[in-house]
Structure formats: structure tokens, C-alpha cells
């Protein structure tokens, strides 16, 4: 029996769902990559009749495109939750009074520290939805992020959310042996939504979330957290 003939329209239709199924599978790139993978490609370009140069410069665009990857995620939609602003490893769960720099008081507050290792996606988020109070960026030293004293030593810069109740949420973007460059969209006045992307560390960085004491933590040192996702805490 004659199989019936196909149509442009039979065509069309499974290249879409091609698309979609790369979309989904393969996550887009922060633009702030573009330029690592496109040096990578470069020189792969101008060594493509030499191997070892040909394979270095497919090597780093691959992990440049692997580093920049930036996976959308879909925030919990409950009210009153802080989420992870990375992606990464808690490590560290304490008090502690927040960056000097933003004029909070010293007052302490709840801290969460989550470890960027070179192999989780880079972007921050947001962890709370509201208005951008102040964006501080303190020059630092570049210890190992993993090290307590990268939170106080450490090239830094500070988020300071204030949600549409008045409660006060800060995000510290840390440096670390190997990041140099800290990235910061967002601006003084901006309106912020839950898990929004707002900025980008390269290479290997921190992520330490102050907020409200009387808060209910929700994750334990150990635990790896999904930026945008995992909810760290809730606020009464």
C-alpha cells in the first residue's frame, strides 16, 4: 500500500517541533558570553591547520558556552518566599550584619551562602520580588569564594531589595580566586520580579543572601539550590 504523500505543511510542522525540542533541551546563552565563545571560534578559525590550537579554541568556546548558560527557571508563586539568587552549593547558614556599604545599620540579619563552582550556570537572580533600594559596588581582595572571609574580604557588590511590605532583602555578589568581573544590570529604582535575571560572575563566585531574622529557613549547608527556584526561606 502506497504511503500517502507528504505535504509542506507535514514538513514545517516536524521542523518546529525540532526547534522547540532544542530550545528545550539546549538552554540560551547571557549575552555577556558571546564574546568568550566567538574568541574561541576565532582561533580555532585561525589554527584550523594546526590540532592542538584547532582544539584549544573548540575547548573554550565549549566551556564559554557551557559557563554562560542561562537556563530559564520558573519562580514558586507562593507569597513571602526568598529564593536562591544562584545556582550552587549552601554553604554556610548564620547571622551576620549586611554590607557596610548600603547603610542598612548593623543590625544583624539571616545569612545564606551559596558556592558558584566554574561549572554551575553563572547568571543571578533575584530572590525576591520589589524595588531596587541601592546597588553598592566595594572593591576587595580575591580569596578562594569558598573561604568565610570572601564575604567580608572579598570584591564585592550589594543588592538592596525592599518588597511592596517594606521587608529589606540583600543580594552580595562575591568575587573569587578566579572570578575578576562582576556583572550588574540592575539600577537604583529598578522594579525587580521574583527570580528576574539581574547580573553574571566570572568565573567561580559566592552569592550571600541577608534577610529578616524572625524568617523560617528553609534549606541546610550541603544542599544544592537552583537559582530562581530552591526557596531559601520564608518570611511571617
Keep these: 500500500m502506497a504511503r500517502p504523500a507528504r505535504s509542506p505543511e507535514d514538513d514545517s510542522s516536524e521542523a518546529q ?13 547571557h549575552p555577556a558570553g558571546l564574546p568568550f565563545i566567538a574568541g574561541g571560534l576565532g582561533l580555532a578559525a585561525v589554527g584550523r591547520n594546526h590540532r592542538w590550537l584547532r582544539n584549544t579554541g573548540v575547548g573554550l568556546a565549549s566551556f564559554s ?5 542561562h537556563p530559564p527557571r520558573t519562580p514558586p508563586t507562593r507569597p513571602g518566599v526568598i529564593v536562591a539568587p544562584a545556582d550552587g552549593l549552601v554553604t554556610l547558614l548564620d547571622t551576620a550584619v549586611p554590607p557596610a556599604e548600603l547603610g542598612l545599620g548593623d543590625a544583624p540579619m539571616k545569612r545564606i551562602s551559596i558556592f558558584l563552582s566554574v561549572f554551575d ?16 559596588h566595594r572593591p576587595g581582595k580575591f580569596l578562594s569564594a569558598d573561604k568565610d572571609a570572601a564575604s567580608a ?3 564585592r557588590n550589594s543588592l538592596w531589595i525592599r518588597t511592596p511590605e517594606g521587608v529589606d532583602v540583600v543580594a552580595v555578589q562575591i568575587a573569587g580566586l578566579i572570578a575578576r568581573r562582576i556583572v550588574c544590570t540592575a539600577r537604583t529604582g529598578d522594579t525587580l520580579a521574583l527570580g528576574a535575571t539581574y547580573g553574571l560572575i566570572r568565573f567561580g563566585s559566592r552569592l550571600d543572601t541577608y534577610f529578616p531574622t524572625d524568617a523560617r529557613v528553609l534549606v541546610e549547608t550541603g544542599q544544592r539550590a537552583i537559582g530562581g527556584e530552591t526557596v531559601l526561606a520564608e518570611l511571617p
Design 17 to 29: 517541533r525540532f526547534v522547540e525540542l532544542v530550545r528545550s533541551t539546549v538552554p540560551p546563552l
Design 65 to 69: 558556552a557551557l559557563f554562560f548558560r
Design 121 to 136: 550556570a553563572h547568571v543571578q537572580r533575584a530572590p525576591i520580588a520589589g524595588q531596587v533600594m541601592g546597588v553598592v
Design 153 to 155: 574580604d572579598n570584591e
